[in-house]
């Protein structure tokens, strides 16, 4: 079935450094993808999201775009501060308006 | 702004006790879900309400039912309470329609003794 897949592991960087969390997915049609932040004891909120190939979707200086080609929707920031540090999820819209989560990767930014 | 409203934060029960995690919405929003995250596994659907009185059986509803007898409010019931229900409970909901935003509750963490 529908299924997004993100790199394992948490994430630890510096302020300011350079951030990717890779994204891949696997669908049958051609899904929305969504990006959503988890910040410490919240719930999950949407971060951006797009909804057909070669789409970008972009928000507080997170983007991602929507890679029809390599099926990946791979999340980028240039420089991040200690405020971002959350856990990021990736997914993907699919039948009855279901999402399909990836297994969230946690972002830990030092300052 | 969309709120979505858990009733509790934190909930402590104990094995085979009846449960009930509440959540409410107030955008008029058709859809309604019920997911646990569990550190490692992301998040999994357990059940989803398309309308009132409707519900659909997600990846995990084993050990769970769901009652939505008003458009607001969709209940998440434990009818028998065990450890490895143990977990983050989180409530969304959303308009119908391909690509539409779910939006989430802070969650219920949910302890079973």
């Known amino acids: 079935g529908d299924s997004v897949t993100q790199m394992e592991g948490p994430v630890t960087l510096s302020e300011e450094a350079f951030l990717t969390i890779n994204c891949t997915y696997t669908a049958t049609g051609y899904p929305s993808l969504f990006w959503y932040v988890q910040y410490p004891g919240e719930g999950l909120q949407l971060l951006l999201k797009?909804?057909?190939?070669?789409d970008k979707g972009s928000n507080k200086g997170f983007e991602a775009t929507y890679r029809k080609e390599t099926t990946s929707f791979h999340l980028e920031k240039g420089s991040v501060q200690v405020s971002d540090s959350a856990v990021y999820f990736c997914?993907?819209?699919?039948?009855?308006?279901?999402?399909?989560f990836g297994k969230g990767n946690q972002v830990v930014v030092i300052p | 702004d969309v709120k979505v409203t858990q009733s509790s934060r934190y909930l402590v029960k104990r094995t085979g006790e009846k449960v009930f995690l509440e959540c409410v919405q107030d955008?008029?929003?058709?859809?309604m879900f019920w997911y646990r995250q569990d550190p490692g596994l992301g998040l999994r659907l357990i059940y989803f309400s398309y309308d009132v009185k409707m519900k659909e059986k997600g990846d995990i509803p084993e050990g769970y039912s769901v009652s939505r007898e008003k458009k607001e409010r969709f209940s998440l019931i434990l009818e028998s309470a065990s450890t490895n229900q143990t977990s983050m409970y989180l409530c969304?909901?959303?308009?119908?329609?391909?690509?539409?935003?779910?939006?989430f509750g802070a969650g219920t963490r949910l302890s079973v003794l």
């Open positions: 997914a993907l819209n699919y039948g009855n308006n279901r999402l399909a």
């Open positions: 797009a909804t057909k190939a070669d």
């Open positions: 955008m008029d929003h058709e859809n």
């Open positions: 969304a909901s959303s308009f119908s329609g391909v690509g539409n935003i779910q939006y």
